[in-house]
């Protein structure tokens, strides 16, 4: 009976196998808190505190964070502060290239206005007012000559007395060797047809082509800035309903054309062939 008796005092014992995978949860829980705020926080410094403090917390500092590497936001912040630098670098080249443009723009107002300036001077000298006169705006300055103060009627030869003009003209274009030259030719609208010239066209293109012959005579210039053009009569100063107005009409006009020309005048600018 004794025996017996023994065996129901025996001690029951709870069953704590249950803590095991509640820890486990517990832990990845905890790890799954630190990697969100390690990909939110841009702060190193404060993410190895927080993990310190967890470490602290679990089990005397022995836990899951004691291996913990700190996810470093350097390479992201590298990135951004290079795009940063970039933008700037940018910023300050298109700066600097808008600065050096105005410059360059404001010396070859100076160097047309000088250029123009001599021709006007050499128009005065010469009593050749009523046959040449200048212009200067936003695409090139123009030296205009008139037909008759060049070309016999119908002919392309320029007059023997005239030639003077023209190596005039290439002198003072000597120091202007950087920018293109358009030689253009205009006539009246009335009909020319001969052995020489069938049309306007061919009278207008010849004698554009002749001035500039004599123009590139001067070898101090550089025949790769000049082009020569006929626009007939298809480019009138005046309307051709008098003879005063046809002589307007007929000419060779010099243009020099700008280098830094503003996108609003562009269509200024003589088309070259």
């Not at 291996?67 to 936001?73: D, L, Q």
């Not at 206005?113 to 200048?134: F, H, M, P």
């Not at 003072?172 to 052995?195: E, F, K, R």
């Not at 007929?250 to 700008?258: D, F, L, P, T």
Request: net charge neutral.
């Amino acid at each position: 009976m004794s025996k017996k008796h023994k065996h129901a005092h025996h001690e029951e014992h709870v069953d704590e196998s249950w803590l095991i995978p509640y820890a486990d949860l517990l832990t990845l829980l905890l790890a799954l808190f630190i990697v969100l705020f390690a990909m939110s926080s841009v702060d190193a410094k404060k993410f190895e505190e927080m993990a310190q403090a967890f470490n602290s917390a679990l089990n005397g500092g022995n836990g899951i964070l004691d291996n913990t590497s700190v996810m470093e936001t350097g390479p992201v912040d590298g990135k951004k502060q290079n795009k940063d630098e970039n933008n700037s670098t940018s910023a300050a080249s298109q700066s600097q290239s808008a600065k050096e443009r105005e410059a360059q723009k404001q010396k070859e107002q100076q160097e047309l206005e000088n250029l123009k300036k001599k021709v006007d001077n050499y128009i005065k000298a010469n009593g050749l007012s009523t046959q040449l006169n200048t212009k200067l705006n936003q695409s090139q300055l123009m030296i205009t000559i008139s037909d008759n103060a060049l070309f016999a009627s119908g002919s392309a030869v320029v007059k023997q007395d005239s030639r003077k003009l023209a190596f005039a003209i290439g002198n003072m274009l000597v120091a202007y060797n950087d920018y293109d030259i358009v030689v253009s030719g205009h006539t009246d609208n009335q009909p020319i047809s001969t052995s020489e010239f069938k049309s306007n066209w061919d009278l207008s293109s010849t004698r554009a082509i002749r001035f500039m012959d004599i123009l590139l005579s001067n070898k101090s210039l550089d025949p790769r800035h000049f082009s020569a053009i006929g626009y007939g009569e298809y480019r009138p100063l005046e309307d051709n309903t008098s003879a005063a107005n046809r002589a307007k009409n007929r000419r060779v006009e010099v243009s020099i054309i700008r280098k830094y020309i503003d996108a609003a005048n562009a269509s200024d600018v003589p088309v070259t062939p």
